[in-house]
């Protein structure tokens, strides 16, 4: 891990607080191409009329509407539910900083269309937890197989047990893996 720190560089993390935003993006994105999402994103945010994504405009469109931006009828209703958790507080913005990541994924995971991977790259990328490991990333463990040379990927017991050397800074390792397969910085 030296040799990849010492080749990138500086940690360039940036904090995303836009909590909200993040986490319908996070929706929007899944599970296909960064442009399909980029474009279907924008189109989303247009149906508000140039304001941003609010839980209660959200809330407010119509799922025939939220799926004229190129949204399935499943990625609406997630988006929905989302504004809805935001809204009956059960997901309090001001209070995520104070919790644990546990606590945080837990909450997180309870909205439909989201599962602990994508709470985990909120933890990262909004709230800037540096002990975040996520044993599910196909980026972190192909980086891992790269690094130390590993015949297959690893699994997450093996990965599990490498990121107890690194705790509790797992998410600074997991940052320098990504960008030795890719030296894109991503944000959220």
């Not at 960064?34 to 149906?47: G, K, P, Q, V």
């Not at 990965?159 to 030795?180: I, K, N, S």
Request: with cysteine; proline share 5%.
């Amino acid at each position: 891990m030296a040799a990849v720190i010492k080749r990138i560089g500086p940690l360039q993390l940036q904090r995303n607080g836009n909590y909200f935003i993040v986490l319908c993006k996070s929706i929007v994105s899944q599970q296909i191409s960064t442009a399909a999402a980029h474009t279907i994103y924008l189109r989303f945010h247009e149906l508000f009329q140039g304001r941003s994504p609010t839980p209660e405009r959200v809330l407010s469109a119509s799922p025939e509407a939220l799926r004229s931006a190129g949204l399935s009828r499943q990625k609406a209703a997630y988006l929905h539910d989302l504004s809805r958790r935001f809204l009956d507080r059960s997901i309090r913005p001001r209070q995520l900083a104070y919790l644990s990541n546990e606590e945080i994924i837990l909450r997180l995971t309870a909205v439909h269309g989201i599962g602990r991977w994508t709470a985990e790259m909120f933890l990262i990328f909004s709230l800037n937890r540096l002990a975040v490991l996520p044993l599910g990333d196909l980026g972190l463990r192909s980086a891992i197989q790269k690094i130390y040379s590993m015949k297959a990927l690893p699994s997450p017991q093996q990965l599990r047990a490498l990121g107890q050397r690194w705790h509790p800074l797992e998410t600074v390792a997991t940052w320098y893996c990504w960008r030795l397969l890719d030296d894109k910085i991503v944000n959220y």
